[in-house]
């Protein structure tokens, strides 16, 4: 069977929302957001803070394995940061070779250093030879900077220096975020090494997912911000929900939500809360217009207990809400009559 990862994705997929999509279920492994390593090692409890999965066997609360990911251009550095990443157990250490911002860019890291692929080697390799042979080293590529003139050369670089297997975001780093994602290098890419390759951008839906596979001819696909938009999404790939999404399935997705940010409450600043969900919701405007309504009631609350009230309340509107949805979602009957607005964020008609 094909293999389904959740993406790493620094500011958005934190360890609450890995927790929350993994429940969902589907998905066969996650990365943390980047580890930045610059010039010290950083101490065994940054990774425990930033990727607390490692505190339970380095899974999430569902058991889907957890990887660390680092980010950065020095080799030595890096291979002592593995090295200290490595005491916390992870189920492996992936590679940052993609990222685009700015801030990383300007010192050489991330996707910058795909214009230099015996730069990739010699951090593949100290990493490597830095972590115990039990953890998996892998690394995650874009195409290139500019243009793919180095696609296969900076692949062949990474697999020589002993990444376990590759994840191809099939976009260079001046594409950004824009499609298409270009699948078809992937298949160039997975003819050229010999190392297992992971497909990834761009899948949004089953049919993206089929595609994929059809054009780059890998059978495993790491998923972003498909996910996000569609938290069922890896269930759906599965056959184990509608292939396309419904209306019907918004209250369950109100109930995740909720969930969230209860679980946030654990964890995050009260400050960060709210900031976090609204996030997580303008992604979901993709996939359910409902998402709309509930962001333009919470838009000026910053106050999480508030705004899981406003979910409650819509969660509770017994209009045309069938009880066997608010059963899925974990609710009783509510005895206040509910009004126009919790209607409309429940995306029911009184
Ligand atoms: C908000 C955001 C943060 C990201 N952070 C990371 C990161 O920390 N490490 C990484 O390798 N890729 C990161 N990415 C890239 C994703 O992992 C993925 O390669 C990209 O979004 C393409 O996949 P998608 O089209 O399925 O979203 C990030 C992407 C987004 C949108």
């Known amino acids: 069977m ?39 090692v950083l101490p065994r409890s940054v990774y425990e803070r930033e990727a607390p999965e490692v505190l339970r066997g380095a899974r999430t609360s569902s058991g889907t394995p957890m990887v660390i990911q680092l980010l950065g ?20 250490i992936d590679l940052n070779f993609g990222c685009p911002a700015n801030i990383v860019n300007r ?14 080697n010699r951090i593949v390799s100290s990493v490597r030879a830095a972590v115990p042979a039990g953890i998996a080293v892998t690394a995650k590529m874009r195409l290139g900077v500019s243009d793919t003139s180095l696609a296969i050369d900076c692949a062949t670089a990474l697999a020589e220096g002993g990444a376990a297997s590759l994840v191809v975001h099939a976009r260079t780093r001046d594409h950004g975020y824009r499609p298409p994602a ?23 839906t089953v049919a993206d997912w089929e595609r994929c596979r059809a054009v780059s001819g890998c059978a495993d696909v790491m998923i972003g911000r498909g996910a996000v938009s569609d938290p069922f999404l890896a269930l759906r790939i599965r056959g184990l929900m509608d292939r396309t999404p419904s209306g019907e399935e918004w209250p ?19 400050r960060h ?16 217009p409902q998402a709309e309504e509930l962001h333009a009631a919470i838009r000026r609350l910053h106050d999480s207990y508030e705004i ?16 066997r949805q608010r059963a899925a979602a974990g609710l009783l009957d509510h005895a206040t009559p509910c009004s126009l607005a919790d209607c409309a964020i429940a995306g029911t008609v009184q």
């Open 2 to 40: 094909s293999q389904l990862f959740l993406a790493p994705m620094e500011g958005l997929a934190d360890y609450v929302l890995r927790d929350v999509l993994t429940s969902t279920g589907g998905f066969d492994g996650c990365v943390s957001e980047f580890v930045r390593v610059t010039g010290s």
């Open 73 to 92: 251009s020095d080799p030595d550095w890096m291979a002592l940061n593995a090295a200290m990443a490595s005491s916390v157990s992870p189920h492996g």
């Open 107 to 120: 010192h050489g890291g991330g996707a910058m250093l795909l214009a230099h692929p015996e730069q990739l």
């Open 182 to 204: 270009h699948w078809e290098w992937i298949a160039r890419i997975d003819a050229a090494v010999d190392v297992p390759v992971v497909a990834n951008g761009e899948v949004w």
């Open 252 to 270: 369950a997705v109100l109930g995740q939500l909720a969930d969230y940010l209860r679980k946030l409450q654990l964890r995050v600043a009260v």
């Open 273 to 288: 809360e709210h900031g976090r969900v609204k996030k997580w919701l303008s992604y979901l405007k993709r996939t359910w």
């Open 308 to 323: 899981i009230e406003v979910i409650e309340r819509a969660l509770a509107c017994n209009h045309s809400m069938p009880a």
